[in-house]
């Protein structure tokens, strides 16, 4: 098994490699002279030069790439022009912001959208399925900055149920020790139970908007997969073997409806990682997304290959977590690693 | 129908419908069958005739489209229509079991087969785990799959389309069932593995004096294992005989036409006669008294009339107006002397 993991991993790295020359190219090719926005407006001719022989803009491409590559192998990811940062301080303080909102969203997505799939296709028909199928086609056709803005119109502005939607924590609350960034984790390990409610009462608008949007692809594919099961011989099998209806559901028939299921939460939480600056935006949630947007938007590079990179990296794990997942479901493909 | 003393199972009259966004289909009209203990009674018929319906209808697991819209059924006394629910949940799997085509399909492909075995038993005898691994260790070699304590935990796929079908079959004799439903159980599997998942299937019912059903359309493997055979054809059980006696004189014409039809011997492919037209459109309204008259070579206006199973002699019986009975009458009479 750990052999495989290294196997993987090392076959993951012609990947990884690839990321880098394509951010590396594409960051080069945006329009916006880095130099030019960073002399300010009204620096000269001479400044702007100088600040490009400064960043090192003034080389040839493949010269500014060696550099580059070298720098990466160092564990240098370079500075942030706008905040003067290394890139891989500020990413380790705004990823686990990005990460514990995106599993929050995740978790919850989970919880609701299995359930309702498998309910879905044991009544086809029924008013639980006409439910699941008014739920996913509201998840797809309403956009999550949308539903963002109207949850915090809803709960903030109208009821007041919900406290203002400005970042992970309320002004008067202080940030928990860091130990794995995750506000939720790290106060509940330092035993602080006012900073968790707190952290956790700024969570769930976000976590709902990400949620609602990543529940129809996880409930539908749940409803259609768990069908075609349900049809299936060995099912017929095992009713006719008289085993208990409940059995037959989840022991027979659910373990074989999750292979797609996990295919489809390798996606969206992949999708979710990056495309989240929306929610982030509207929530002022201080994560990777609006961070690496911010960067866009001033030609500053570092960042911006940084951000890439790391979710690059993100990506490559979370494909071995449902590799292995897979392998733990179905010993099929145990077989094949 | 009254109901026979020694008879394990007994369908009567069963008609069974599906609903479907097309119509209506009749998929079984009136069936009647009786199956004593210790018996083996082949179906025979070409697909579609029913077949499988009749015995998803008799284990209670058939589609949520089909509705029993007449007749009953009778298993040990018991009247299997009046508790469809978890009294016939206890029955399936421990009294009455079944096996499939396709063995590879038909078991769970990422559970251990010794656990699929064990599963069954545990629902059926309550008994812990650890003695439902031993019963179902017995259960492999039972099904002489050699090296159980190795097999119990292979997956399906692990296995070859035989020893699946091995497995399928201790999972349906775990329990000791007295009827046993075999469905096809040698489609998909090489000839020489047929003949010995058949005699399998042969040996364990003899010696348990289990009562079997077995559903084919080779009609050599039906002649070769079955006590008796019933013809289906289109919905109706068309004729109901002592093996030897219905394939040495068929007196329904389908019957006739489905053993020329069966290659055997040294016969030649050019020899085989194909039957003419196809299985009537079950959705009809108007479906005919008998359903073979639009392919039948002998059909003639007193065919219309309302049509049964009725008995040529004590053991063999035909749903036809026109029976080839002039094929065998000497022999018939004088089997009714002697029965009598």
Known sequence: MFQMIVKRLLGALPALFGVVIVTFVLTRALPGDPAAYFAGPAGSQEAIEEVRAKLGLDRSLPEQFVLYLRDLAHGDWGNSLTTGQPVLTELAERLPASLELTLAGLVLAVVVAIPLGVLAATRPGAWIDHLCRAITTAGVSLPTFFTGLLLAYVFYFLLGWAPSPLGRLDPYTTAPEFITGFYLIDSLVMGDGATFVAAAKQLVLPAITLALFVLAPLARMTRASMLGVLSADFIRTARASGLHPLKVLFVYAFRNALLPVLTTLGMVFSFLLGSNVLVEKVFAWPGVGSFAIEALVASDYAPVQGFVLAMALLYVLLNQLIDIAYGLVDPRARLES | MSHTPDALLEVAGLSVDFRTRSGTVHALDKVSLTLASGETLGLVGESGSGKSVLSFAIMGIQDAAARISA?????????????????????????????????????????????????????????HAAACRER???CLAEV????????????????????????????????????????????????????????????????????????THDLSLARAYCDRIAVMHAGHIVEVGPSAELFAHPCHPYSERLIAATPHGAAALSALASIPGNLPDLRRDDLP?????????????????????????????????????????????????TSA
């Open chain 2, 71 to 127: 007749g009953s059924l009778h298993f040990a006394g018991q009247d299997l229509l009046a508790n469809r629910g978890k009294a016939m949940r206890t029955l399936r799997g421990r009294e009455l079991a079944m096996i499939f085509q396709n063995p590879r399909v038909a078991l769970n492909p990422i559970r251990q087969v010794g656990r699929q075995i064990a599963d069954v038993i545990s629902r059926h005898t309550g008994v």
């Open chain 2, 136 to 138: 179902a260790l017995q």
């Open chain 2, 144 to 215: 002489r799959i050699p090296d159980p304590e190795r097999r119990y935990d292979a997956y399906p796929f692990e296995l070859s389309g035989g020893m699946c079908q091995r497995v399928m079959i201790a999972i349906a004799l775990a329990c000791k069932p007295r009827l046993l439903i075999a469905d096809e159980p040698t489609t998909g599997l090489d000839v020489t593995t047929q003949a010995a998942i058949m005699r399998l299937i042969h040996d364990l019912s003899a010696r348990r004096q289990m009562s079997t059903l077995l559903i």
């Open chain 2, 289 to 337: 008294a008998c359903r073979f008259a639009e392919r039948c070579s002998r059909y003639g206006a007193s065919c219309d009339a309302a049509l049964e199973l009725r008995p040529l002699s004590a053991t063999h019986s035909v749903a036809c107006h026109r029976a080839l009975e002039d094929a065998i009458p000497l022999r018939l009479e004088t089997e009714h002397v």
